[in-house]
T-cell receptor, first 115, second 112 residues
């Protein structure tokens, strides 16, 4: 099976702009979660989508949003970028339907730099 | 909210040496995961522990879950340069589904 893919891998944006990141989960997985990783805060949960619905949400401002399509692919959008949004954004896919078999498989990440 | 503390924060060992990384939770553990990350890359799933006393191994890496201590330990035997990276533990906090919380990670360097 192909792994989780994320595009683009690297991105440079300017403050005030918006950005859209894409994640394609493992075939058959219905859950996609997004995380932000920074040196100071570590890995923090943004949100999780399951069957096109946001099922869980972390403590991030409304500038961070996401969506999931019927093929389980997911996008996350950050509007009005701030310097502090510079981070590695990781997505993870999971079957998502049974907690006992819950495992998350991560993509390689998108490195976002805001200047 | 549940917090995970990993110790040590960083570790430098000589190739061939054994080492242990600990992950301690501030609340009851319902399930714990170990991941490895190469700098700037995605996380590689190592193993998941679900029950107190459970022990799992993956090649030369062994992890145990001590429910009473709310702690997990990850032990690497005869370390190799390929073991170098950041090791992260993660849990699903009780009462919230599929919302993985991570420790800050342990940076492991293995010198040849």
């Amino acid at each position: 099976k192909a792994g989780v893919t994320q595009t683009p891998r690297y991105l440079i944006k300017t403050r005030g702009q918006q950005v859209t990141l894409s994640c394609s989960p493992i075939s058959g997985h219905r859950s996609v979660s997004w995380y932000q990783q920074t040196p100071g805060q570590g890995l923090q949960f943004l949100f999780e989508y399951f069957s096109e619905t946001q099922r869980n949400k972390g403590n991030f401002p409304g500038r961070f949003s996401g969506r999931q399509f019927s093929n389980s692919r997911s996008e996350m959008n950050v509007s009005t970028l701030e310097l502090g949004d510079s981070a590695l954004y990781l997505c993870a896919s999971s079957p998502g339907d049974r907690r006992s078999s819950y495992e998350q498989y991560f993509g390689p990440g998108t490195r976002l730099t805001v200047t | 909210s549940q917090e995970l503390e990993q110790s040590p924060q960083s570790l430098i060992v000589q190739e061939g040496k054994n080492l242990t990384i600990n992950c301690t939770s501030s609340k009851t553990l319902y399930g714990l995961y170990w991941y490895k990350q190469k700098y700037g890359e995605g996380l590689i799933f190592l193993m998941m522990l679900q029950k107190g006393g459970e022990e799992k191994s993956h090649e030369k890496i062994t992890a145990k879950l001590d429910e009473k201590k709310q702690q997990s330990s990850l032990h690497i035997t005869a370390s190799q340069p390929s073991h170098a990276g950041i090791y992260l533990c993660g849990v699903i906090p009780g009462g919230s589904n599929y919302k993985l919380t991570f420790g800050k990670g342990t940076l492991l360097t293995v010198n040849p």
